[in-house]
């Protein structure tokens, strides 16, 4: 199995910067992709961005030029820059496991107030 722990989360104002982390930890070996998911109240869970073991990315269209996802080990980070108040949202790490299931963090709740 493998667990995720997100932290960075908090509260920041319109147009300021908030870095997230998500470090993995148990049967780490060959996770692939990476990922971060978010969920507004009342809404879906949508994908924000995604990382491959290769490095490829793939971005939600309303964060790409803001976010940008890395990848070290088996720490995955999203930069979020120039936040909006409908970026608020609880932020979801989300891996994929050599065994090919899907494993989640509990989530790190970003506030971006206008």
């Known amino acids: 199995q493998v667990q995720l722990v997100e932290s960075g989360g908090g509260l920041v104002q319109a147009g300021g910067s908030l870095r997230l982390s998500c470090v993995a930890s148990?049967?780490?070996?060959?996770?692939?992709?990476m990922g971060w998911y978010r969920q507004a109240p009342g809404e879906q869970r949508e994908l924000v961005a995604q990382i491959t073991l290769g490095g490829m990315t793939n971005y939600a269209d309303s964060v790409k030029g803001r976010f940008t996802i890395s990848r070290d080990r088996n720490t995955v980070y999203l930069q979020m820059n120039s936040l909006k108040p409908e970026d608020t949202a609880v932020y979801y790490c989300k891996c994929r496991g050599a065994d090919g299931m899907d494993y989640w963090g509990k989530g790190t709740l970003v506030t971006v107030s206008s």
């Open positions: 148990g049967r780490i070996f060959s996770i692939n992709p």
